[in-house]
Nanobody, 116 residues
């Protein structure tokens, strides 16, 4: 059974930082690309950042230069370091496979709220 458990969200002021973590189980982590996605109220879920099994990274234009995705294969964990946060980054953040997510793999997500 696949489980993706996100953590690290919270309330932060604009300009602040957060580090999200996603612990994976039930998948062969080393052969899969992993991604961070987010969904804001009233909006569709969107890709924030992805990292291939080889370590190649992809970022949404809106977060380039501010967010960094990384992975620790031994710990089966993917991270998202978020700096210079903006109110428009407020959303529930999820991890899933990348470049194509799997509907049945969504976890509970972690809420990120950025106050102005």
């Amino acid at each position: 059974q696949v489980q993706l458990v996100e953590s690290g969200g919270g309330l932060v002021q604009a300009g602040g930082s957060l580090r999200l973590s996603c612990a994976a189980s039930g998948i062969t982590f080393s052969i899969n690309g992993m991604g961070w996605y987010r969904q804001a109220p009233g909006k569709q879920r969107e890709l924030v950042a992805g990292i291939s099994r080889g370590g190649t990274t992809t970022y949404a234009n809106s977060v380039k230069g501010r967010f960094t995705i990384s992975r620790d294969t031994a710990k089966k964990t993917v991270y998202l370091q978020m700096n210079s946060l903006k109110p428009e980054d407020t959303a529930v953040y999820y991890c899933n496979l990348f470049p194509a997510w799997v509907d049945g793999y969504w976890g509970q997500g972690t809420q990120v709220t950025v106050s102005s």
